[in-house]
């Protein structure tokens, strides 16, 4: 028996090389350390974990960088192609914790002023990223799900960290059950994807010689595409999105619109575009279908809304549904779209976020429109940087929103297919419509008077570093795509 | 002879999982439902066994019937109204939601009855896993999967702490 | 003999009671337990998938999910004690202070 287990060690090899590992290892390091630290620290000192956390997501940008630089061509299978780590996976991860960096930035003061215990909250924020670079990097539907399965815990944990707003307990609980019935669909379509080729391996394209059965394959494609539908939040599997997104706390909001958002883009570029390429045909019918309504309904329900928050839960429905496109166009060009679209999304939706927080973060202060009147007049300049923010949103030069979309668009149009041109004047006619509501804040915040005396907003460290890294991503991603190059020649297939 | 009495109880396990099944998700009193899950899930057990999955089996009971189960009862009991028999349990839209379930088991068995390429294919009496299956599992998940099985460490480091964040008590 | 398709559209049954008993029910536990079911029916199908190739990678799937089954199980008991906390009930229709 020994001899046995000796042999087998010998013959096999799990090709780790930890320096591609180490974004990841860093994290998971960090969140550990974290709630050990947490107990120990007292008062002021508390600050320690906020800045361990974002040190901790700059070294692992800087280390996805280094081997980035590196090793140009990167493509390494480790721990028995069960891990993936290439050019495509690094570049989701860097979306992921920029999402996460600018978190935890525009988190350190609100969480005072919304009295959150810290501690817990930047562990689960690591713990959250981790799991979506798993999902980014899974070379075998196992790594993803339990990639998900961490990322989807840590973030009903974070709806509901404000244990004694009934929202927030609402919004976790919604958050909860969608999450956990769409993990069911997810589930019971990798056990009939499995059915149909005898592995769970998403490395390579499923070869229609694998495929033992076309029904199972179609059946759990289709359970899968539910499930990941749920989790990107496409109609018509969106309707806990403006519940979820409306009672959690203002910066959870903010993290799950971002780096949550593209990793389950990550794992719909991995299953659909690359493994299941022999249904393609199949799966670019329903994904039409899918963006087509999500983007339509995001924005139509977008226009009624009163509250800002809300209206950008549904803003966020609809740039999903943008970033189908990418998806529907299946090709090299349109993956590298895909994914230029979700930083653009990060950086811009972030941005957002960061003056709603600074907004909300006043005495007796909500989320409504009317909370934005008279800011434009009060802070100029911050009025301008959510003017840009707006319009990037709406996708208008020379901002990232727009550069964003003009690359998915064009990368859609270069397939020369009419139903794609079709879907593209669509989306073309939803951002011309989503003006409307974009700029209805800018009209509040310049045009209206406030209620009551203007109440002042508090400029914190932190929110300053958010809104300088977002600005600066938002211009120079509209401005200069060139510096992105390296971006652009990054293609999944 | 052994062969059928493997197709008898089968279908006798079946029989016992689809009631249940259905008990969970129709009785009135929570506390039944939860212990018909339990029967559920001990039914799900055995059909383990005539699969030959002999290990999970054994986990099935541990961790589904054991805990998972026990974590809901405990539910149960700290929250419900558990004298309180009359809580309705369906809501409105059942009737529609019941017709599309209907709809969706139709197509999800016609699809697999009808499918000809595996067509009727017996599952193998005498596989070659049959017997070590354990052995088999333990290797894999220290080789092939041995990333899963310590990135599942990490899913259930990050629930301990979410649960205790989320349900402890204001100081 | 037992045909795997046997299985499978036992699978079917079960899954699709649970989908059902998350559509109809309006008692939070009774969801979380439809749930369960859903979660039991996926690993069946591995089960018997794994049985009819001779595989124990299906295996390895199935007892991970069950450790996720119990990871969710337990943030999921921790949010409804949170919310039972608060409001004193686990009928779904009582949590709609947003429209849903």
């Known amino acids: 028996m020994q001899e046995s287990v000796k042999t087998i060690l010998e013959n096999f090899s799990l090709n780790i090389d930890l320096v591609t590992l180490m974004p990841e290892i860093i994290i998971c390091g960090m969140a550990l350390l974290t709630m050990i630290l947490e107990p120990f620290l007292k008062g002021d000192s508390r600050k320690v974990v906020m800045h361990l956390t974002w040190l901790s997501i700059v070294a692992a940008l800087i280390s996805i960088y280094s081997i980035w630089t590196s090793q140009p061509n990167l493509q390494s299978l480790q721990f028995a192609d069960a891990y993936r780590i290439d050019s495509y996976s690094l570049l989701f991860k860097a979306v992921f914790l920029i999402g996460s960096l600018l978190t935890v930035f525009i988190s350190s003061n609100f969480l005072k002023f919304k009295n959150v215990p810290d501690g817990e909250f930047y562990s689960l924020i690591l713990f959250a990223t981790f799991g979506m670079m798993n999902m980014a990097s899974a070379g075998d539907l196992i790594v993803l799900f339990i990639g998900l399965e961490i990322m989807s815990l840590c973030l009903y944990v974070l709806a509901g960290i404000l244990r004694r707003s009934v929202y927030a307990n609402e919004a976790s609980l919604k958050y909860f059950l969608m999450g956990a019935f769409a993990s069911g669909f997810l589930m019971f379509g990798i056990a009939f994807i499995y059915g149909a080729t005898g592995t769970t391996s998403i490395v390579d394209v499923i070869q229609s010689s694998e495929i033992l059965s076309n029904t199972y394959l179609i059946i759990g494609a289709a359970m899968v595409m539910i499930g990941l539908g749920f989790k990107v939040g496409a109609v018509p599997f969106h309707m806990w999105i403006p519940d979820v997104y409306t009672g959690s706390i203002t910066n959870v909001t903010a993290f799950m619109s971002a780096g949550p958002k593209a990793a389950a883009f990550a794992a719909f570029f991995q299953v659909f575009i690359v493994a299941l390429r022999p249904l393609q045909s199949e799966i670019e019918v329903v994904l039409w279908i899918l963006s087509a309504l999500t983007m339509t309904l995001g924005n139509i329900l977008a226009i009624t809304q009163n509250d800002v928050k809300r209206m950008l839960a549904y803003s966020s429905i609809s740039h999903a549904g943008y970033v189908l496109i990418a998806l529907v166009a299946f090709t090299p060009a349109a993956t590298t779209a895909g994914l230029y679209y979700l930083l653009c999304y990060t950086v811009m939706n972030i941005g957002a976020f960061t003056v709603l927080i600074m907004v909300e973060a006043r005495e007796n202060s909500d989320t409504n429109f009317s909370s934005f009147a008279g800011m434009g007049r009060r802070y100029p300049f911050l009025g301008i940087l959510l003017t840009i923010f707006m319009i990037s949103l709406a996708g208008f030069p020379p901002t990232a929103g727009f550069m964003g979309k003009f690359l998915v668009f064009k990368s859609a149009i270069d397939t020369g297919s009419t139903s794609l041109i079709v879907l593209v004047v669509l989306a073309v006619v939803n951002s011309l419509v989503s003006v409307y509501y974009y700029l209805r804040v800018v009209v509040v915040m310049f045009m209206v008077e406030p209620e009551l005396e203007y109440r002042p907003i508090n400029f914190a460290t932190g929110i300053i570093a958010a809104l300088v890294i977002s600005m600066g991503g938002t211009l120079l991603l509209g401005i200069y795509p060139q510096i992105f190059a390296f971006f652009l020649n990054t293609a999944l297939i | ?171 | 003999m037992v045909p795997l398709e046997y299985y499978l559209i036992l699978s079917g049954i079960i899954f699709t009671i649970g989908v059902s008993g998350v559509v109809i029910s309006r008692n939070i536990i009774i969801v979380f337990m439809s749930i369960e079911l859903m979660l039991n029916a996926a690993n069946l199908a591995l089960i018997s998938f794994a049985r009819q190739f001779a595989d124990p990678s299906g295996h390895v799937f199935v007892f991970i999910v069950m450790a996720v089954a119990a990871a969710e199980a337990a943030v999921g008991l921790a949010i409804i004690i949170a919310l039972f906390r608060n409001k004193d009930s686990i009928n779904l229709d009582d949590f709609n202070v947003m429209k849903w």
């Open chain 2, 1 to 171: 002879m052994l062969e059928g009495s493997t197709a008898i109880a089968f279908y006798i396990i079946s029989f016992v999982m689809i009631l249940s099944a259905i008990a969970v998700v129709t009785l009135k009193n929570i506390f039944h439902a939860a212990l018909f899950l339990v029967l559920t899930l001990f039914a799900v057990a055995a059909l383990y066994i005539l699969l030959s999955a002999e290990f999970l089996a054994a986990v099935q009971v541990l961790i589904y019937v054991g805990a998972i189960s026990i974590l809901m009862i405990f539910a149960v009991m700290l929250t419900a109204q558990l004298t309180n028999y009359n809580i309705k349990q369906t809501n409105e839209q059942s009737l529609p939601a019941l017709l599309i379930s209907v709809c969706f088991i139709g197509i999800t068995i016609f699809a697999i009855a009808t499918n000809n390429k595996l067509g009727g294919f017996p599952i193998k009496e005498n596989t070659e896993i049959a017997g070590s299956n354990t052995a088999n599992l333990g290797q894999l998940l220290m080789r092939d999967f041995i990333l899963p099985f310590e990135v599942v460490s990490v899913l259930l480091l990050a629930a301990l702490i979410g649960a205790i964040v989320i349900a402890k008590r204001d100081n």
